[in-house]
């Protein structure tokens, strides 16, 4: 057994972390239309053109989250991608053709995609009632339906939640470093507040939590790319572990920010909304732990 | 990335397991722990089999009786351990703290003393660090050793030792210049047990059981050949030991949940049936486990590469001592009026769990730890 990431995964993540962060540094303009970049993802391959393993996959999810990109690489590939034939798999790889996938009846980035794959595995063109969320770079979308084009592929449930908890990680690891650093340099009563263990202790929880959530999102991650038999139950305790993580993360971060944290200028509120979305979008975490209850104990009969 | 056993590991899984399943008769499985440990003389004996199948020492280098295995071997050892419900071997002082400690800084004669009777569990060991006034603060230890002659005079007492009631050897760190600064003034012996001025009392605890200790030094005299390190460099000599403490003891933590989490599930079923709120919990300390489970496998991955335990382990830890303390209340409330009964399994273990964020480093040290060594905040101190 080997847990680490090889060489030429941590050499994906530091070409990954460079890229996100030269183009969506922290200083960014947030309010302002962000730009997907679409096609250089397309040209570095992320879109299905490198044929990425899954754990590699789950690195750029990860650092997705890290850097809050903007665009709909999590549904595209997260989601996404399982459907589609050749053809299909082609475009979206080159940048062509945008996609998206209907969960639970809500549509991801339904304004900003060309097609989306239905609850039945249908395509469907992009049209429909667009609804705004708690991320606004993070619409979703009820899909007017048409008769759809069937699509040769399937769903896959695990895939999208590891995709998701993959995310949520990278959102918490920056989320701690944003209130490690803030600790490190802010000074109250002569000291850096960093020295007070009611500060230092929230941050050392967050540590373990976001530790903890890595875990589980790599072994969800392995275990999809793998087709492992536990993948179902691995990414349903990634999805669950891992969001929730993400949301405490945030909201240790913001109350060791003091005031700032909770200003709209500081960027961790955009932190924190994403983390409320990964955590609400598909099931929720009680909804997944009900899930694994049933795989554990067997399905809850009625009193 | 690769969770799979190699060929070799699944090879030893193999082995070690129907290895279990032969000498290991059903009556012995699932202790307790506490007293269980020390009392029933099954476990030198259960110790000495696992000594002489080799699986005593599995990471200690071979020249020093140990199997020279990689580390992945000894997380294999816990699991198959705890899914066997097996008892560990009674030297657990000894092999992972004592043992290592004298092959970093012991001579030849100590290393040839000492060693093999420690994987065989002839010679059981004690640690003598925490004091009344020195818990989380080892630095300041005040048991002094007062050197004269060729031995050193012990006068002191030492708290909170395991096995120091069965024990033949203790590690003790103790004061031997007290003008010296801090850190500077400590000197780590290798105390007989059995020598004279040497008393031990068991201290009762929440359980009712003693597995804990004091000991008094009362004139007791050291050879000065039973130094580790320098005299006033106890301190590194310490950390050592810490060290490695730390090693792979996130498995076998792990492994002790995975047994209460395995009994939580049977209670579970045999319980519950529609309580939605209740199996969610219950799916919860699963996860969790989960969640140590692979981040044990990750920091197995740093420490194969530089034999250093990572900063982690004081994450896992204290993750580990939260999650058993509830997952045990959980046990225990799923089994109703029952449970506040007198004489189960989760009675005795959840009171025992109170121990679990106490002992091996406090919630609040490790916290200390994180913040300041993984995180770099500033000091506390």
Not at chain 2, 263 to 288: F, M, P, Q, S, Y
Request: negative net charge.
């Amino acid at each position: 057994m080997d847990f680490a990431l090889t060489d030429e995964q941590r050499q994906l993540q530091r070409e990954v972390r460079g890229f996100l962060a030269a183009n969506y540094p922290l200083d960014r303009d947030w309010d302002a239309p962000p730009d997907d970049r679409w096609q250089e993802l397309a040209e570095l391959g992320w879109l299905g053109g490198a044929e990425l393993s899954f754990v590699e996959e789950a690195i750029l999810f990860e650092e997705s989250g890290y850097a809050l990109y903007p665009g709909p690489f999590l549904v595209a590939v997260g989601f996404v991608l399982p459907f589609l034939g050749d053809a299909e798999r082609e475009a979206l790889a080159a940048g062509e053709v945008r996609w998206s996938a209907e969960d639970r009846g809500l549509v991801p980035w339904l304004d900003s995609v060309d097609m989306v794959v239905d609850m039945d595995g249908n395509a469907q063109p992009a049209r429909g009632e667009l609804l705004p969320t708690v991320d606004p770079t993070r619409p979703l979308g009820r899909l007017e339906r048409t008769n759809g084009i069937p699509l040769p592929g399937h769903r896959d449930v695990a895939r999208a939640r590891a995709a998701m908890a993959a995310e949520a990680v990278g959102v918490a690891q920056r989320a701690l470093e944003l209130g490690v650093e803030h600790a490190k340099t802010r000074e109250q009563f002569g000291k850096k507040i960093g020295v007070y263990q009611a500060v230092s202790h929230q941050l050392a929880d967050t540590y373990a939590d976001v530790e903890l959530a890595r875990s589980l999102a790599y072994w969800a991650a392995w275990c999809v790319a793998e087709e492992d038999e536990q993948a179902r139950l691995a990414a349903a305790a990634a999805k669950a572990f891992a969001t929730e993580a993400a949301v405490r993360a945030c909201e240790r971060s913001i109350q060791v920010h003091g005031g700032i944290g909770f200003t709209w200028e500081h960027p961790l509120h955009r932190y924190y909304k994403r983390a409320l979305w990964l955590e609400g979008f598909g099931k929720r975490p009680a909804e997944l732990r009900a899930e694994i209850a049933d795989a554990l104990l067997g399905v809850a009969v009625p009193a | 990335m690769n969770l799979r056993d190699t060929a070799e590991e699944a090879a030893f899984r193999a082995e070690l397991h129907a290895w279990l399943d032969s000498n290991l008769p059903d009556d012995r499985r699932g202790w307790r722990g506490g007293e269980q440990r020390f009392g029933d003389e099954f476990g030198r004996e259960w110790s000495r089999k696992l000594y002489e199948a080799g699986y005593a020492g599995l990471t200690w280098p071979k020249e020093y009786g140990g199997a020279g295995a990689p580390y992945s071997f000894q997380a294999i050892f816990y699991e198959e351990m705890a899914r066997a419900q097996a008892p560990a071997h009674v030297g657990v002082i000894g092999l992972g703290m004592a043992g290592p400690t004298i092959m970093a800084h012991g001579t030849d004669e100590l290393k040839q003393a000492h060693l093999a009777k420690i994987l065989s569990a002839e010679e059981i060991w004690c640690q003598g660090f925490s004091e009344p006034d020195a818990g989380s603060d080892l630095a300041a230890a005040r048991t002094r050793a007062e050197l004269r002659g060729d031995v050193y005079v012990v006068n002191g007492q030492k708290v909170w030792s395991s096995f120091a009631h069965i024990a033949d050897y203790c590690i003790l760190v103790t004061l031997s210049d007290p003008d010296a600064p801090r850190y500077h003034g400590l000197t780590y012996l290798i105390v007989d047990m059995h020598a004279p001025g040497v008393e031990v009392r068991p201290l009762r605890q929440i359980t009712g059981e003693a597995e804990f200790n004091e000991i008094f030094f009362t004139d007791v005299e050291v050879p000065v050949s039973n130094r580790l390190g320098d005299e006033g460099g106890g301190w590194q000599v310490a950390m050592t030991t810490l060290l490695h403490e730390r090693g792979t003891l996130g498995f076998a933590l792990t492994a002790a949940l995975d047994v209460g989490v395995g009994r939580l599930l049977e209670t579970a079923r045999d319980r519950v049936d529609g309580d939605g709120a209740v199996r969610e919990r219950v799916a919860a300390e699963w996860i969790e486990l989960q969640a140590l489970r692979y981040t044990n496998y990750r920091s197995l991955g740093t420490y194969q590469r530089t034999g250093i335990p990572g900063p982690e382990g004081s994450a896992i830890k204290l993750r580990w001592s939260e999650q058993n303390q509830r997952l045990t209340k959980l046990g225990r409330e799923l089994l109703g009026p029952e449970g506040i009964l007198d004489d189960g399994w989760w009675h005795y273990q959840q009171l025992r769990s109170r121990g679990n964020t106490i002992e091996a480093g406090t919630s609040e040290v490790l916290r200390n730890i994180v913040a300041e060594r993984v995180l770099g905040l500033p000091r506390s101190r």
